[in-house]
């Protein structure tokens, strides 16, 4: 069972960036893909990126792609999600997890997330 700490929001200006970050404990990390999620205000929660055990895989929302990049290190035990061009529509609750990329569905249990602001 890999255990996930978010961190890395705040509040950021459209057309910010931030680097999300979340670290992995567990000695079966590097065995598993991870994936970003993000749920806004009233809204389900949503897949945002996946990257597969290796790194040499990635995925992407349309919604984000061409601005977000997904990378891990496996020797930290980390997966990032770099954000650029951030929209106020990006504004939610940031989540990692373990990932089937098959239907992009979360396989385990959900951390606290790290909050992402975008307003002027």
């Known amino acids: 069972q890999v255990q996930l700490v978010e961190s890395g929001g705040g509040l950021v200006q459209p057309g910010g960036s931030l680097r999300l970050s979340c670290a992995a404990s567990?000695?079966?990390?590097?065995?598993?893909?991870m994936g970003w999620f993000r749920q806004a205000p009233g809204k389900e929660r949503e897949f945002v990126a996946g990257?597969?055990?290796?790194?040499?895989?990635?995925d992407y929302a349309n919604s984000v792609k061409g601005r977000f990049t997904i990378s891990r290190d496996n020797a930290k035990n980390t997966v990032y999600l770099q954000m650029n061009s951030l929209k106020p529509e990006d504004t939610a609750v940031y989540y990692c997890?373990?990932?089937?990329?098959?239907?992009?569905?979360?396989?385990?249990?959900w951390g606290q997330g790290t909050q992402v602001t975008v307003s002027s």
């Open positions: 997890n373990t990932l089937m990329f098959v239907g992009r569905t979360p396989l385990g249990s």
């Open positions: 567990g000695r079966s990390f590097s065995s598993v893909n």
């Open positions: 990257i597969s055990r290796s790194g040499d895989i990635t």
